[in-house]
């Protein structure tokens, strides 16, 4: 089940080659050219009229390189609830974009999900609970989808926050994430970024507090108590490992996980000569 999800923002579709940006909104030949809203708004009006003109941009490469996807999840503004401005607004575009996925690439209609985003396009705290509870839907809705991230298109915002949310939703093996400039597909982009850092930070909270096995659990060293296969981790993990043996008063395999490992850090090589020395773990994971 392959599932393409993509914010929408004011370049997802051309008019004679021309993204609204480019257009000459001055012209009077072009007074409907207004603003955003109200131009989108006039060709989907116009669609059977201008359709031969019309064309998705942006998502384009994505789609043409690859297999039809299974659906395809358009987000769109609609901010007409909200104390904000709706001249940028993306709900005309998402119609366009869909008759023109079933139009020319022959796309079925229930295949092509037009969702409004249901918040402020530049509150972020608003962003992360919509995308958080999308993610979830379609998760717990399809069965094993293998989800593709379209990275361009909607406010800084939302693609920061649909990002952060998938990386906590999937595993880094059910989704892709990929990056498209001037309609060609530039590159993968590296998942699972944001949330190493978060953890990170979350981590270090943790240690501070004294719950260094939860601490291992977030880093993913879910076997730590397990000497043998805790040897296999990479430094940190051994480190943190190293931590927990102290303090569960493991002296012997505390000193031992370490190994050839070259310890810079003071308080580390401090124990290693002198095991009454303590170690503040949140200063060596940074």
Not at 48 to 72: G, R, T
Not at 166 to 180: G, N
Not at 221 to 231: C, D, H, P, R, V
Request: proline letters at 1%.
């Amino acid at each position: 089940m392959k599932i393409l999800l993509t914010n929408l923002g004011n370049r997802n579709i051309t008019f004679q080659g021309k993204t609204y940006n480019e257009w000459d909104i001055s012209n009077q030949n072009h007074k409907h050219f207004v603003n955003f809203a109200n131009w989108t708004k006039k060709l989907n009006d116009d669609f059977e009229k201008e359709k031969a003109f019309l064309d998705i941009n942006i998502i384009n490469p994505i789609i043409n390189q690859k297999e039809n996807y299974d659906y395809i999840v358009l987000y769109y503004t609609d901010q007409s609830d909200y104390e904000t401005r709706t001249d940028q607004d993306t709900i005309h575009e998402a119609a366009i974009i869909k008759r023109i996925l079933i139009d020319r690439y022959e796309y079925i209609e229930d295949r092509i999900i037009t969702i409004a985003v249901k918040s402020k396009v530049i509150d972020n705290g608003g962003l992360l609970k919509f995308y958080r509870s999308e993610l979830t839907r379609i998760k717990k809705k399809y069965d094993a989808p293998f989800i593709t991230i379209c990275d361009a298109g909607g406010t800084a915002q939302q693609k920061m926050a649909l990002k952060v949310i998938a990386e906590y939703v999937f595993d880094a093996s059910q989704y892709e994430i990929l990056y498209v400039e001037k309609n060609s597909l530039i590159t993968d982009v590296n998942v699972n970024e944001y949330r190493k850092v978060i953890n990170s930070e979350q981590a270090i909270s943790l240690i501070k507090h004294g719950e260094f096995g939860a601490a291992a659990e977030l880093l993913d060293y879910k076997e730590i108590l397990n000497f043998q296969k805790a040897q296999k981790y990479d430094w940190k993990g051994k480190v943190m490992a190293h931590v927990i043996y102290r303090f569960n008063q493991n002296k012997n395999e505390a000193k031992h996980i370490l190994g050839n490992l070259q310890v810079s850090n003071e308080l580390l090589k401090n124990y290693m000569a002198d095991s009454s020395h303590k170690c503040n773990f949140s200063v060596i994971i940074n």
